[in-house]
């Protein structure tokens, strides 16, 4: 995929997974929404044609990793795993392409929302595999494969969301341990309790770091992006 999107210039790019399992009478139209909308990313949703097409687990996971991705950064998709996808080539051009597995969907779908591209998901049939074929993804390998390249972005792209969250708890805890400490010492002006003194000043310190962090890892995080839009421009004018 990476070097695929690397060589190839075209105005448009379909990716679609080798098993046949995918509908490609619906191209045709599927290219014509994406051209008529002016999309980065048309999404191509599964909509399985029989009860053992999925693995149960594989159906269970794409629910749950869809709507996490969808909880974490905005605008819901139905099958963020889906490998049928139309993409402008502005948008290959600017896409960074890091994964190494079946994460790809993942950070694809990521990558569209993060940068605010137009995209739109239409559904189209999913046939079930042909005899003799087996999937080559494993449920639970993949599956947290996924799940860590969903956080990877999570740190990467929303650093101010994570570390503030972890920053906040900090300081709740902090504030929390340090109440009895701080009410003793107005009743007896005497500190019993120093090694819990230490953790609270360790907790606050921490929140004051942590919010520190988040603030300029959001800053390379903003110019990061900005410099991928100006990429993205680029071969949008084209």
């Known amino acids: 995929m990476r070097e695929a999107f690397s060589l190839i210039d075209s105005d448009l790019y ?11 009478h619906i191209l045709p139209q599927a290219i014509e929404h994406c051209i008529k909308h002016s999309l980065d990313m048309l999404n191509i949703a599964r909509i399985p044609t029989h009860k053992n097409t999925h693995r149960r687990g594989h159906s269970f996971g794409n ?3 869809t709507r996490l991705a969808s909880a974490l950064f905005g605008r819901k ?13 502005a948008f290959v051009k600017s896409f960074p392409a890091h994964s190494q597995g079946f994460e790809i969907e993942t950070e694809l779908t990521i990558f569209a929302l993060q940068q605010r591209l137009r995209i739109d998901e239409i559904a189209a049939p999913y046939k079930a595999r042909p005899d003799n074929s087996f999937s080559k993804l494993s449920t639970f390998k993949d599956g947290f494969k996924i799940l860590g390249m969903i956080l990877q972005l999570l740190i990467t792209e929303r650093p101010m969301f994570v570390f503030g969250i972890v920053s906040l708890l900090c ?17 007896t002006s005497q500190v019993a309790r120093f090694p819990t003194l ?13 919010g520190g962090i988040g603030f300029l890892a959001h800053l390379v995080a903003k110019g990061i992006r900005e410099q ?4 993205f421009l680029s071969y949008h004018k084209e």
């Open 14 to 24: 379909v990716m679609i997974d080798a098993d046949t399992q995918y509908d490609t």
């Open 63 to 65: 629910k749950l990793l």
């Open 77 to 89: 998709l139905e099958d963020m795993l889906s490998g049928y996808r139309i993409f402008s080539k």
């Open 171 to 187: 300081l709740v805890l902090g504030v929390g341990l340090s109440l009895p400490i701080v009410l003793e010492f107005l009743q």
């Open 198 to 210: 230490f953790v609270c000043v360790g907790l606050l310190v921490s929140s004051v770091v942590l």
């Open 228 to 231: 991928r839009h100006l990429t």
